[in-house]
């Protein structure tokens, strides 16, 4: 076999300079791969002590960045304040004992218990205020009557909710409402189309608070004609359902029986009936 030796000056073979190249490119993505690892894991590790050194410095610590009463924005309802704070317990005396740390709080997953715990509430914001306090904010639906014998109260859209037990003394002073119908009522849902109607007569009862001789304590919806409302002073009176189409015409029907009850001096237990031909008269 006849070897040939590369004489000084001649070109390298075209397969040994493709492998020298090969080999140079290896070492150099080796090398960017080895580069890129230790940049990671230095990331990774400055990531993890910052995340650790907060953990220990604002979560875990109990001496500074202690949870003060919050303050609560709230417009006024069947929740008080005073009941946020009872049943978080961030009352002073509670957080005395605690120590609660301001970063130790998970806000959304409180805001969602509570919201479960209270149907009435439709908003409940909750935020840090540093160093050491919470504002929350609260809204509710507004309730304008009670539902049957039930513990559930209904908005002015016809909207029924239930009431917490500490809310339903609050809840007692609204007007009742009573029908058969009521039977199938379950929070969350909406008041039967067929009893919409006592919402309109609330409403113009409030409109009319200062200008009518009573106020509405119970309406009965079970009749097929007559709607019957029982004031605070016991007197009822029995509104012709075809009558009570639309607000004008509400609002009629209950200043006339106002009128009467101003004019005659009816008693407690008495009965006005409001005909169709705009008559009252008394049973």
């Not at 935020?127 to 049957?148: C, F, M, N, Y």
């Not at 409109?207 to 309406?219: C, K, N, P, V």
């Not at 015409?249 to 101003?262: D, G």
Request: glycine content about 6%; some cysteine; hydrophobic content about 45%.
């Amino acid at each position: 076999m006849i070897c040939s030796e590369q004489t000084p000056g001649e070109m390298p073979h075209p397969r040994t300079a493709a492998s020298n190249a090969t080999e140079e490119g290896t070492a150099k993505a080796a090398l960017w791969l080895f580069l890129a690892g230790v940049a990671v894991a230095v990331v990774a590790g400055a990531v993890w002590g910052v995340l650790r050194l907060r953990e220990v410095l604002l979560v875990q610590n109990d001496s500074y960045l202690l949870l003060r009463p919050p303050e609560i924005r709230n417009a006024g309802g069947l929740v008080s304040n005073d009941e946020i704070l009872r049943y978080f317990g961030w009352t002073a005396a509670d957080l005395e004992k605690k120590r609660v740390n301001i970063f130790s709080l998970d806000l959304p997953a409180l805001r969602d218990v509570f919201l479960k715990s209270y149907p009435t509430v439709s908003e409940f914001a909750i935020q840090r205020r540093l160093p050491d306090s919470l504002v929350i904010t609260v809204g509710e639906h507004s309730p304008v009557a009670r539902v049957g014998m039930r513990h559930l109260v209904v908005d002015d859209e016809g909207r029924v909710f239930a009431v917490s037990a500490r809310a339903e003394i609050l809840a007692e002073s609204l007007p009742l409402l009573a029908s058969e119908r009521f039977a199938d009522c379950k929070a969350g849902g909406l008041l039967p189309d067929a009893d919409m109607v006592a919402l309109a007569i609330l409403r113009a009862e409030r409109l009319s608070r200062t200008e009518l001789h009573y106020h509405i304590a119970e309406i009965d919806l079970t009749g097929d004609l007559y709607v019957e409302v029982t004031t605070t002073e016991n007197i009822r009176l029995k509104l012709p359902r075809d009558q009570l189409g639309d607000a004008a015409s509400i609002a009629h029907c209950l200043h006339l029986a106002s009128k009467t009850v101003a004019t005659s001096r009816i008693g407690p237990g008495r009965t006005l009936i409001v005909g169709r031909d705009n008559r009252v008269t008394l049973q």
